[in-house]
């Protein structure tokens, strides 16, 4: 049985920075894809960064390009994201995703649906 568990979440000021972990279990961590969402109250899940098996490819939305970076510690089978120049438009509730270990998430890393596995979730507040 897959099992996300995120951690890291809390409540920062305007360009602080804040690092959300995810530890994986019940998987192949090093052939599976990951990937960070995010959910407002009211809005659709949407993609904030992922990583690909082997992290050698790492895909980020626009907003999160030069102020957030993924990364997969394959000895802790946990995958990060690191968060900096915070700003109160990243406020959210953070979910960690993981793909399916034997499928090819190629040109579907941005799509929610091709995930298969999430975590509860962790609350990022970012404070003006």
């Known amino acids: 049985q897959v099992q996300l568990v995120e951690s890291g979440g809390g409540l920062v000021q305007a360009g602080g920075s804040l690092r959300l972990s995810c530890a994986a279990s019940?998987?192949?961590?090093?052939?599976?894809?990951m990937g960070w969402f995010r959910q407002d109250p009211g809005k659709e899940r949407e993609f904030v960064a992922a990583i690909s098996p082997a992290g050698v490819s790492t895909y980020y939305t626009d907003s999160a390009k030069g102020r957030f970076t993924i990364s997969k510690d394959y000895a802790k089978n946990t995958v990060y994201l690191q968060m900096s120049s915070l700003k109160p438009e990243d406020t959210a509730v953070y979910y960690c995703?993981?793909?399916?270990?034997?499928?090819?998430?190629?040109?579907?890393?941005?799509?929610?649906?091709?995930?298969?596995?999430w975590g509860q979730g962790t609350q990022v507040t970012v404070s003006s």
């Open positions: 995703a993981s793909g399916e270990s034997y499928l090819n998430l190629a040109g579907r890393y941005r799509e929610r649906t091709a995930y298969a596995y």
């Open positions: 019940g998987q192949t961590f090093s052939r599976a894809a």
